[in-house]
């Protein structure tokens, strides 16, 4: 549920009838769901949704009790990708900050994919953390079928994330790629049936909340950063700005001693000979 407060996602919730991203947060379970809300128009990437976008996940992932942040998107598809129609056509710059947000969001960002992602979509999951695919669905990258280039970095992240040859297959054939097919590419992390779609992005959601938040942070950090520069140079950044060790590595060794400690405390004990009574 919403948090009854002036944050954005109350502000997101409140403004309209029908937001296009709707914004639920699971305090108990450290984590948040974001979910296009475009059906009709299969999920197409809006101005508004990727403002909206933007403001949620700079707001989420200052937020120390949230640990992971699902997307999804309602209806039968993920996205249909730029909202070419109508005058709703984001401006290239707002959905170049939206993926950029993405990637430097702290916390990580589980995409759950059901129906199909096409085109502009890609250049968002190309940003994801995880990518969850329904096993029914695929992709398909359309830029060249309606004469266009991509302009949200997909020409550069696309061929990084699942290899030159590959994003040419994608880019040049515009032919749909299966879940599964997707999956042995690298674009896709899992496949599950269908109706186990966002099952699975809750239990990774689970799987991320209970480790340590700044650890997380930091090694996504690292990754990215490491992405976007030579191995040399991102090496050598890791070496001279990170210390090997989350904020609260401390406890957490603590803790992990206590229970050897008690669980070598309780072998001893159920191994000592019983006396027998006289």
């Known amino acids: 549920r919403l948090q009854q407060d002036p944050?954005?996602?109350?502000?997101?919730?409140?403004?309209?009838?029908?937001?296009e991203l709707l914004v639920a947060v699971d305090r108990p379970r450290r984590r948040a769901t974001l979910t296009i809300n475009r059906a009709k128009s299969?999920?197409?990437?809006?101005r508004v949704v990727f403002e909206s976008l933007v403001g949620a996940l700079e707001e989420l992932g200052a937020d120390s009790g949230i640990s992971c942040i699902i997307l999804?998107?309602?209806?039968?598809?993920?996205?249909?990708g730029n909202a070419v129609l109508g005058n709703e056509l984001p401006p290239d710059a707002l959905a170049r900050e939206a993926i950029a947000?993405?990637?430097?969001?702290?916390?990580?960002?589980?995409?759950a994919v059901q129906g199909f992602a096409y085109t502009g979509a890609l250049e968002v999951l190309a940003a994801a953390d995880f990518v969850v695919a329904a096993a029914t669905a695929y992709f398909q990258d359309t830029h060249a079928v309606l004469g266009l280039v991509p302009t949200w970095g997909g020409n550069s992240n696309l061929p990084h994330?699942?290899?030159?040859?590959?994003?040419?297959?994608?880019?040049?054939?515009?032919?749909?790629?299966s879940a599964?097919?997707?999956?042995?590419?690298?674009?896709?992390?899992?496949?599950?049936?269908?109706?186990?779609l966002l099952d699975e992005a809750h239990a990774i959601a689970d799987a991320i909340a209970v480790l340590s938040r700044d650890?997380?942070?930091?090694?996504?950090?690292?990754?990215?950063?490491?992405?976007?520069r030579a191995l040399g140079e991102a090496l050598e950044r890791n070496v001279r700005e990170h210390p090997g060790h989350a904020?609260?590595?401390?406890?957490?060794?603590k803790a992990l001693r206590s229970r050897g400690k008690k669980g070598a405390a309780s072998e001893k004990a159920e191994g000592s000979p019983q006396r027998s009574k006289l």
Do not use: Y
Request: glycine fraction near 4%; proline fraction near 4%.
């Open 42 to 46: 299969l999920g197409s990437l809006s």
């Open 7 to 19: 944050s954005f996602a109350h502000r997101v919730e409140m403004a309209s009838a029908e937001p």
């Open 161 to 177: 994330k699942i290899g030159l040859l590959r994003a040419k297959d994608l880019a040049f054939t515009c032919r749909r790629v």
């Open 215 to 228: 650890s997380v942070a930091k090694q996504k950090l690292m990754m990215t950063q490491a992405s976007k």
């Open 180 to 196: 599964q097919e997707a999956l042995a590419w690298g674009l896709v992390s899992r496949v599950v049936p269908e109706a186990q």
């Open 101 to 111: 947000a993405m990637e430097r969001c702290p916390v990580p960002i589980v995409v």
């Open 72 to 80: 999804a998107s309602a209806g039968k598809a993920f996205s249909s």
């Open 247 to 253: 904020d609260d590595m401390v406890d957490r060794l």
